[in-house]
């Protein structure tokens, strides 16, 4: 199984900021995807990142909210921009296993908006 | 994926009996099917998964059945233990190469 971390892993944060977490894979990963689960709730897809293209943005989730980089195949960020308190939640990253047979989670950032 | 629908969202056993949670899907297309268990405050962690071309799969206490012509499948826990307490999501994939969770059912085993 792939080793995700996440930075940072939780944050407060004032309303109209921006913040950027950090996802870092240990292996080479074709797709990573960025969720958010709210407290209580299912994973909610934003977005798939893949390397050398534009993330792929779920409906309801638009790039200049949550804009997303991945500059290789074990590294991505997603940034949660102007944010306000209904931006708190759970932010997790994911990855898609190497032969593409199943998914692992980073161990999320949590995000509190005041 | 399109739609997946788990029931039920709350499930209440004591220790020692068995749980059964099931989801259905609509992706005639989907052909993996994932189980996670997410424990309060944790990431999801996979616990077991079955492929298309299998009915049924077991590990230890853990099994998980499908039926495609029904488009459902099923996790199933027995002999069950206060740590299975945890909120447990099935998610399935298809020609989307996208996952699609269910919404999730809390477990609670009593001692």
């Known amino acids: 199984s792939a080793v995700i971390s996440q930075k940072p892993s939780r944050d407060i944060c004032q309303r109209g900021t921006s913040l950027t977490i950090q996802c870092q894979v240990d292996s080479q990963v074709t797709m990573m995807f960025w969720y958010r689960q709210q407290p209580g709730q299912s994973l909610t897809l934003i977005a798939t990142a893949n390397q050398g293209s534009e993330a792929t943005y779920e409906s309801g989730f638009v790039i200049d909210k949550f804009p997303i980089s991945r500059p290789n195949l074990t590294f991505s960020t997603l940034t949660v921009s102007n944010m306000s308190p209904e931006d708190s939640s759970i932010y997790l990253c994911?990855?898609?296993?190497?032969?593409?047979?199943?998914?692992?989670f980073g161990p999320g950032t949590r995000l509190l908006v005041l | 994926g399109e739609n997946v629908e788990q029931h039920p969202s709350t499930l209440s056993v004591q220790e020692g009996d068995s749980a059964v949670i099931k989801c259905t899907y609509s992706?005639?297309?989907?052909?993996?099917f994932p189980w996670y268990k997410q424990e309060l405050g944790k990431r999801p962690q996979l616990i077991i998964d079955?492929?298309?071309?299998?009915g049924e799969k077991k590990d230890q206490r853990i099994a998980v059945t499908l039926n495609k012509t029904a488009k459902h499948f099923s996790l199933h826990i027995t002999e069950t233990q206060p740590e299975d307490s945890a909120v447990y999501f099935c998610?399935?994939?298809?020609?989307?190469?996208?996952?699609?969770f269910g919404r999730g059912t809390s477990l609670i085993v009593h001692p």
């Open positions: 994911s990855v898609e296993s190497q032969g593409g047979e199943t998914q692992y």
């Open positions: 992706d005639s297309a989907s052909n993996y």
């Open positions: 079955i492929r298309s071309n299998v």
């Open positions: 998610a399935e994939w298809g020609g989307s190469y996208i996952p699609t």
